[in-house]
Structures are given as structure tokens and as C-alpha cells.
């Protein structure tokens, strides 16, 4: 075998043990959570459950993000709904929008405006707010959002059946650095590992992708999500196409998803028409006079128009006209007003006019034309709306797709993005690229001509492509130094949004021990090559710093044979990536610098596939000078050796310093960490408590309505079933008066009693109710063991299967059995029901399996006995004589072998029938499991000899 066929088996061999040991993993499920402003909904993928959504424990597949505390008790989606229709200020929801921004930041003016009973405080130390619930107690979005993720996790761990702490969570694609941080930190408060952050618009246009695989080709195929949620709208340009890459050795053609452009409103959403809703029926009641109070100075009242005018919108976005209606809002007053969708195109008129503003962002950011675009589809409840699809329609002239699952798109999409992640799944790869929304740039200050100048150097431009990894490379710096992370140019962002993103500076990084480090070089005699800078956007889009080292080379003689091979090896390593460094320049972004300057929307290129061309032509150059070489040999000299290029690397202590709204961290985090936990740990006893209270007050029901039963009744003796009502009456008088403030542990206590009192009285119920059964059996097991006793004897006259000393043990266990059967039944026909049980279920079945294992060592017995063969070595002697004899010796033995066969069938045809005959009028009452074994007995032994074919007709009995 070849070299490389050989290398070809072993990779597949590696495949193929990989695939298996995946394929047999320990099945650890993994989930995705798609957390919105409004709604959260959960989807998992668990071993036999592909992509399934988790349901909430009202059986619905979507819950709303709301978390209430009343009277120190927790309460989540519409539980927490209901509690805040009557106090507003104690339930939470829409917390998603205030992750990683200030009291002063338009997104937080705007809620407070929204909700104004929430009592929203500044924590000056992080530079974010915080909800005061009371003197005592406040919470921080991050802590919200960390309980409602928990209870996610809780819903797929009991969907899943088992532990989960891995999953993918969705991310509004405008969310920038700091709000990516602070939701990982609220995943990591709820106990949660996070495999990958993914956009909302990717996760949609992955589910998208991953039914309609057989439609995407080599060509790019362009396609628009226009998704309108609660809060906020986006549109996002995505392209399709099938690229070849190269991993491991192979080449895979494997479909891509790449985000081109996005665009996006924050505040254009669902909730905007529900709150100038709400407020139009506030108006309207207050115009009808019937109470001195304003609703609208009664946060109770607002809250019950805030829900009715959800319910109003989402049915006016089927029907023309409805009717809002609300019964006591206020004083006892009902209201009731009738309401068109007209009304409601009315008051959010100037909404609908910025409908198609993300639509226009997302095509100049990603720098294409409406004529390429194949299809636009609709995401989100917000789209539903006719008015909306009016706008986009005559905006776009094309037809609007609703061919996708609004609701559950981005879900899915990220359950396969987690399984994808997971070791313990395999699915069919599907590569998505995310985009840069926000780019990123360096800057630092440079003395030119005595003046400090600041120079700045992109480092993720826009739409760039991630995860991805730069390097900045600083040459002019001989002394510490600090250099910024800032965003860059955001001009394609109208003011409100660039509002919102607050401050621009990101970090400052402060360098130490350059010049040590440089002087260590010096000495080495190296030349300094700059100070590089390594940064990092992983797969959930936040930047990271991951190393500053100052790099070096110098020059050394070609090593001579002495040294070692290890040694040469360093060089030629340090060599190689060093062979680029030659031509940089101060603050160049290097890797990969192609991705800055090529155009998003051209067809994309294939690095693994030009990587390996372009080691084919260095191998092939490298070939060829060394052919010079031998050429030029006899014209070199030993004193032409040429110097090898060695690069040093020293490490830079840098210190970042994170701008802006900051994270928990120290003190407040463990103090985060341990009010979740408490709050985990009275949950946890709440429910064990409930749990225990539940199953005494059910337990004492039970009982008392299975003692007025005649069959209990009669179980039980007059003094057992005194003893147990009044056990019963007084926990229930205990219940209702003093012990609803009691722990589980008394209850689990009460239950233990009421279970000793009546243990006697169900035991008896029991086994009154299963015995007839259970004697029903024994009874067709002693027939059946009779009759296969009887065949035994019979057989026993015949052939040397059984012998006498297992028949006469049979015999022994059926008479045994026959007098305990004849016992049990006397004895209950004598004994009355609340008597004690001499005779249990479980004793009659322990009796029964001694004679059924008899019976089957028997039977297993017959079934591979065999009758004795004759010798076959005279078949090998006549196989050495001469062929005549071997002929007239053959036909004379077929002869005589069809008369046998004859006279055989002739035999077992009428001791079948007689034995048959016998049987039936002996025990009519056979049984499966030894006709069964007649059968396989019967093929057995009409093969043999004609004294094994009258043992086979005796056989034939069984």
C-alpha cells in the first residue's frame, strides 16, 4: 500500500472512532435562549430530541419576561404579569433594553417615562441604575435578567429530563461592548456557560439557511430579514452560498451565511403602539367624567389600560374594530370604548414613517442594491401589523415573505448553532459570519516637530467580518506609553442612536516595562521590530486584549553540525514567522488585512485553499534552489555561509482600564452572587414545602373517602379505622389553625403517622384485590406441570434425556406446590378480611418461580439433547477407496436412507397423532411454552437414525 493510501485509512479510521465515540457520548443536553424585551423562549437538543421548544409550566411555548417580588415571595412570566395589574412598581419586565447604560442614557429616560412608578436609582460607582424595591433592597438589570434566565434553564432541564449548563443566547445585533457584557454576566449570575452569544438576525437567518440547504449553490443569493419586535426594529442583508474550505486535510463544500449590512431603530417597536394606546384610553375614560381621579395619576389603573391595550393591538391586527373594555379600572367605574384600526394608524402615524429607515441603513452599510435582493422576510409579532407590510411593500417592490416562524426563528436557529458547538452532537455543518456593527479603532498620541499629535488606526472596520484577530504594531515607543480603544466613525447612525451608544471610549491600556525590555534586546544585539498588540473579536462579538509583546531579531552564522537538531528547528520556525514583519508600518492592523478593503458583497475567497497553493510554489522554489545549489557546488566556499534571522519575543505588562458603564465586580458581585443564591435556596424550600403540604392534605382526603368504601370498611377493624378518622380530624383541625406556618419537615412527619395507621388496612385492600390473580396463575402452572411431568415418564421409557432422579424432584416441587396452593385457599376461605395476612402476594409468587425454574431447566434441557451420533470414521475410510466401491457403497446407503425416512415420517405421523390424542383428553389446559419446546424438539430428532425417530414420536408428546 502506498504511503498516502495508508495515510488516507488512518484519517478515515480516526472519523470513523470520532463519529462513534459522539455518537455514544454521554448525551448531556444543550439549550438556547431567545431573551427579548418582552417574551423569552426556550429550545433544547437532547439525545433522540432534535431542536424542541422547552414548554413554561403552563404548557406554553413562549414566556413573557417579567419577575415580580410581593410579601417576600418571587414570581415569574404571567404570575409575575398578574401581580403587577395590582402593585405595578413590584413587577419587572422590558429589563433588556437598560443592560450597561447610565441614569442619564435616552433608553433609560424613555422607560422611566414609560413606567413611571419604578423607583430607578443611579449607582454612581458602576455608572449604571438600579431598581430600589424598598429601603433594603434594590436589583440590578443584570440581576433581573439573571433570574428570568435561570428560570429558562429550569424549564429545559425539565423538559430535557437532566442537568443543562451549556447554551447559545441570543443578542439584539445592535447590542455593543459593554451590553454584551453585562449579559454574560446575567448568564453567569443564573448559573448558565455560554457557548456563544449570537445575533438575533443571525440566529433567524441561520434557521432560515438550515431548511432550504437544497437551495443554496455556488452562486451568492441575497436575502433581507425585516424583523420588528417589541422594542426595537432591524433589517439585515445576509448572503447564501455554498463555499469550499479546507480543514484537517479535507476539502467540504459546506453552505455559509454571512451578514452583509444591518440597520436598525431602537425604540420603533410593538411596545411604542401599545403605550400610545394606553394612553389614548386613559384619555378617553378621563373625557367621560365618571370619577374625579385622573387615571392617569393611578399606576394600579395604568397597568390594567397598559394590558388591555396589548390585547386591543394584537386583535386589531386581524380585525378592523374592537372594543376595549376593562371592568372596576377605577372607583369601581368599568370602561368600555370602542376602538378601529384606523384610530391606531392615527396616533402612531409619524412610527409608520420610520418603518423603512433600518431598510436603508442595512443597504448602504452593506453596500449593495435593492435589485439584487431575492426576498425580504418578515420576523417578529410586530410585522403582523397591515400598515407596517403597506410601508415595506411600496418601499421595496418586492413581495414580503412570511414563510419562516416568527416566534420560534431565532430560537431554533440557536439551539443548532449550541448543538453545532457542543462535543456531545453532530449536526451538518453550517458556517455563519457575523458582522462588525460598531467599528473600532486605536488611538494614540505621537510627538511630530515637538507637538503631540494623535494618530489614529482602525482596527475592525465596518461590516468586518468576526470572530477574527488583529495586530497593532507600535515602532516609535522606546518609554511607557498608553494607547485608547475607541469606536470609530458612526455617521451611518442617525443621532438618536449614536445617543444611545453614550460614551465612545472603550478602554485605555496602559504599557509598562518597555524600555527594560528593549534594553534586554539590545544587549542580545537584536533589532527592535515594534511592540505588538494582539487583539481578538470572539463568536459572541466582544473585543478582548489578548497579549502585548515587544518583538525582536537578530542575526546569527548558518548553525554548524554540532548544533542541535531542536536548535536548527528553532531557527527555521522563528524564520518563518518572521518573514512577514519586515514591512510593517506604526499602528497597521495585519491580520487579515484583505478583509478591510474587500468589498462585503464580492463572491468570497478561499485562504485554506490559496494557503496550500502557496506552500505548493514555496516547495517547488525551495526545490529549485537547492538544485542550484548542487549546480553552483563546486563555486561555493565555507566562508559564504548565510546568516539565519531569529525573532525574540518579550512579554509587556499591560494594564486595561474599561470606560463607561462597568460590570458587578468584587464586593458586589459575591453580594449579587449571594442574593440570587437566597433567593434560589426560600424558592427551593417554598415549593418542598408546598410539595409536602399538598401530599398531607391529599393523603387525609384519600383516606377518609377510602374508609367509607364497603371494601375498606371491611379491611378494617373497628378500632383500626377509629384510630385513623381521628388521626385524620385532628391534623385537619391542626391544618386550618395552626399549621400553615410550620416547615416541610412537619408535614413530611404528620404523613409518616397517618402511613403507619394505615399501611395494615391498604395491605389488606392490596392484596385481596391481587390475589384471585396470582392464584389464577398457580393454578395453570400446576396443570401445565403435571402434563409436562406425565410426558417426562413417558419419555423417560424411551430415551435418556431426563433422569429419574429429575423426575422424581419435579414431582416433589409440584406436590409441594399442589399442598401450599391447597393451604392458601383454605385459609382465606376461612378467614375474614381484616384479618391478618398470613399469605401474601409476594409469598405466592416466590412459591410459583420455585416450580416455573424447575420446569424451565427442564425444558431448556430437552431443547439441546441430542441423540447419540454414529462414527463417521468409516466415511472418512471409504473416502481412500478406489471409486467403484465408493459409488456402489453410496448408492446402496442412499437406498436404505430413503426407506428409513420413509418408515420415520410413516412413525411420527401416528405418534403424533396418537400422543396428540392422549394429551388433549389427559390436561386440555397446555401451555405455549411447551409446545414451543415440542416443536424444536421434533425438528431435532427426525433427522436421526430409526431408533432416535421412536424416541422423536415419544418426543412428540411434550
Known amino acids: 500500500m502506498k504511503l498516502s493510501e495508508l495515510r488516507m485509512s488512518i484519517i478515515w479510521l480516526l ?11 454521554n448525551g448531556v443536553a444543550i439549550m438556547s435562549i431567545d431573551i427579548g424585551s418582552e417574551s ?8 433522540g430530541v432534535p431542536m424542541e421548544i422547552a414548554l413554561n409550566k403552563e404548557s406554553k411555548r413562549k414566556t413573557p419576561v417579567a419577575i415580580a417580588f410581593r410579601n417576600g415571595e418571587r414570581s415569574f412570566g404571567e404570575d409575575a404579569q398578574v401581580v403587577g395589574i395590582r ?7 422590558y429589563v433588556l433594553d437598560l443592560l450597561g447604560k447610565s441614569i442619564n442614557n435616552p433608553i433609560v429616560q424613555l422607560y422611566m417615562k414609560r413606567f413611571p412608578y419604578y423607583d430607578i436609582i443611579s449607582d454612581d460607582e458602576r455608572n449604571t441604575i438600579a431598581f430600589r424595591l424598598d429601603e433594603n433592597t434594590t436589583y440590578t438589570p443584570e440581576e433581573l435578567l439573571a433570574q428570568i434566565l435561570h428560570k429558562g434553564k429550569e424549564f429545559a432541564e425539565h423538559s430535557a429530563g437532566q442537568k443543562i449548563s451549556e447554551a447559545v443566547i441570543t443578542v439584539p445585533g445592535y447590542f455593543n461592548q459593554v451590553e454584551r457584557r453585562a449579559l454574560l454576566q446575567a448568564a453567569d449570575l443564573a448559573g448558565i456557560k455560554i457557548l456563544q452569544l449570537i445575533n438575533d438576525h443571525t440566529a433567524i437567518a441561520l434557521n432560515y439557511g438550515i431548511f432550504r440547504s437544497k437551495e443554496i449553490n455556488d452562486t451568492a443569493h441575497y436575502v433581507m430579514f425585516y424583523d420588528m419586535g417589541a422594542s426595537s426594529t432591524t433589517a439585515a442583508i445576509v448572503s447564501y452560498q455554498n463555499v469550499k474550505t479546507k480543514e484537517k486535510g479535507f476539502v467540504e463544500t459546506n453552505p455559509h451565511v454571512t451578514v452583509l449590512g444591518v440597520g436598525y431603530d431602537r425604540t420603533l417597536g410593538g411596545l411604542e403602539v401599545q403605550i400610545r394606546l394606553q394612553h389614548h384610553l386613559a384619555k378617553e375614560f378621563d373625557a367621560l367624567n365618571k370619577t374625579s381621579n385622573s387615571v392617569f395619576s393611578n399606576p394600579r389603573a395604568m397597568a390594567k389600560l397598559f394590558k388591555e391595550a396589548g390585547r386591543v393591538k394584537n386583535v386589531l391586527s386581524a380585525n378592523t374594530d374592537h372594543y376595549a373594555q376593562i371592568e372596576g379600572l377605577i372607583d369601581e367605574h368599568d370602561f368600555r370604548v370602542q376602538v378601529s384600526r384606523e384610530k391606531i394608524e392615527q396616533l402612531c402615524s409619524d412610527l409608520f414613517e420610520r418603518v423603512t429607515d433600518p431598510v436603508h441603513i442595512a443597504l448602504k452599510t452593506s453596500g449593495l442594491t435593492l435589485d439584487v435582493i431575492s426576498q425580504v422576510v418578515l420576523v417578529g409579532a410586530g410585522t403582523r401589523m397591515p400598515k407596517i407590510q403597506e410601508r415595506l411593500s411600496q418601499y421595496l417592490t418586492l413581495e414580503l415573505s412570511k414563510n419562516i416562524n416568527t416566534d420560534e426563528a431565532a430560537t431554533l436557529g440557536a439551539v443548532y448553532k449550541a448543538a453545532d458547538l457542543s462535543k456531545g452532537f453532530k449536526v451538518k455543518k453550517f458556517v455563519t459570519k457575523d458582522a462588525v456593527l460598531f467599528p473600532i479603532q486605536i488611538t494614540f498620541d505621537r510627538i511630530v516637530d515637538n507637538r ?7 482596527l475592525f472596520s465596518k461590516m468586518n467580518p468576526y470572530p477574527q484577530k488583529k495586530i497593532i504594531t507600535f515602532n516609535k515607543y522606546a ?20 445617543a444611545v451608544i453614550g460614551n465612545f471610549n472603550l478602554s485605555t491600556i496602559t504599557l509598562t516595562g518597555v524600555a527594560e525590555a528593549l534594553d534586554k534586546h539590545t544587549k542580545d544585539g537584536a533589532d527592535s521590530k515594534g511592540i505588538k498588540a494582539h487583539f481578538a473579536m470572539d463568536e459572541s462579538g466582544i473585543l478582548n486584549l ?5 518583538v525582536s531579531e537578530k542575526s546569527s552564522p548558518t548553525p554548524d553540525e554540532e548544533e542541535g537538531t531542536f536548535s536548527i528547528l528553532g531557527s527555521t520556525i522563528s524564520k518563518l514567522f518572521a518573514g512577514f514583519e519586515d514591512k510593517e508600518k506604526e499602528g497597521k492592523a495585519e491580520e487579515p488585512s484583505k478583509d478591510d478593503i474587500k468589498p462585503v458583497h464580492e463572491e468570497p475567497e478561499y485562504p485554506e485553499l490559496q494557503k496550500e497553493v502557496e506552500e505548493k510554489t514555496k516547495k517547488k522554489n525551495e526545490t529549485t534552489v537547492n538544485e542550484d545549489k548542487v549546480v553552483n557546488k563546486t563555486e561555493k566556499t565555507e566562508k559564504e555561509k548565510k546568516a539565519v534571522i531569529v525573532t525574540l519575543k518579550e512579554p509587556i505588562k499591560a494594564i486595561e482600564v474599561k470606560l463607561g458603564p462597568q460590570i458587578l465586580s468584587g464586593d458586589k458581585l459575591t453580594e449579587s452572587r449571594e442574593k440570587l443564591h437566597r433567593l ?6 417554598k415549593t418542598k414545602r408546598e410539595t409536602a403540604l399538598n401530599n398531607l392534605e391529599t393523603f387525609i382526603i384519600d383516606a377518609q373517602q377510602r374508609l367509607e368504601s364497603e371494601e375498606y370498611a371491611a379491611a378494617a377493624t373497628s378500632q383500626e379505622a377509629e384510630n385513623i378518622l381521628k388521626a385524620c380530624f385532628e391534623i385537619s383541625d391542626w391544618l386550618y389553625e395552626d399549621g400553615f406556618s410550620v416547615t416541610a419537615e412537619v408535614y413530611e412527619e404528620k404523613l409518616s403517622k397517618l402511613q403507619k395507621l394505615t399501611k395494615d388496612v391498604y395491605e389488606r385492600v392490596y392484596e385481596h384485590r391481587e390475589r384471585p390473580e396470582v392464584l389464577k396463575g398457580m393454578t395453570s402452572m400446576l396443570n401445565t406441570s403435571k402434563v409436562f411431568l406425565n410426558n417426562m415418564r413417558n419419555l423417560s421409557l424411551s430415551s435418556e434425556i431426563f433422569t429419574q432422579v429429575e423426575i422424581d424432584t419435579l414431582e416433589k416441587v409440584i406436590k409441594e406446590t399442589q399442598e401450599y396452593y391447597d393451604n392458601v385457599v383454605k385459609f382465606f376461605a376461612e378467614t375474614s378480611l381484616h384479618d391478618p395476612v398470613k399469605y401474601k402476594v409476594r409469598d405466592l409468587a416466590n412459591t410459583m418461580a420455585l416450580l416455573d425454574r424447575e420446569v424451565k431447566y427442564l425444558i431448556n434441557k430437552a431443547k439441546i439433547w441430542r441423540p447419540k451420533q454414529e462414527s463417521v470414521m468409516n466415511q472418512t475410510e471409504s473416502a ?10 453410496s448408492e446402496s446407503e442412499s437406498i436404505r436412507k430413503s426407506t428409513t425416512d420413509s418408515e420415520t415420517e410413516k412413525f411420527s405421523e401416528e405418534s403424533t397423532s396418537s400422543d396428540n390424542a392422549n394429551v388433549q383428553n389427559e390436561k386440555p389446559a397446555e401451555s405455549n411454552t411447551l409446545e414451543d419446546s415440542t416443536v424444536m424438539l421434533k425438528n431435532n430428532k427426525v433427522r436421526s437414525n430409526h431408533k432416535s425417530t421412536q424416541e422423536d414420536g415419544a418426543h412428540q408428546e411434550l
Open 15 to 25: 472519523l470513523i472512532i470520532i463519529t462513534t465515540f459522539i455518537g455514544i457520548s
Open 40 to 47: 423569552m423562549k426556550v429550545a433544547i437538543v437532547s439525545p
Open 87 to 93: 402593585s405595578p412598581q413590584n413587577s419587572f419586565s
Open 452 to 458: 503631540i499629535k494623535q494618530v489614529k488606526k482602525s
Open 479 to 498: 518609554e511607557n506609553f498608553q494607547f485608547h480603544i475607541n469606536y470609530a466613525e458612526l455617521d451611518y447612525l442617525p443621532p438618536n442612536e449614536l
Open 546 to 550: 489578548v497579549n502585548v509583546e515587544l
Open 680 to 685: 434560589d435556596v426560600y424558592d427551593f424550600e
Open 880 to 889: 481412500i477407496e478406489n471409486a467403484t466401491e465408493t459409488k456402489e457403497r
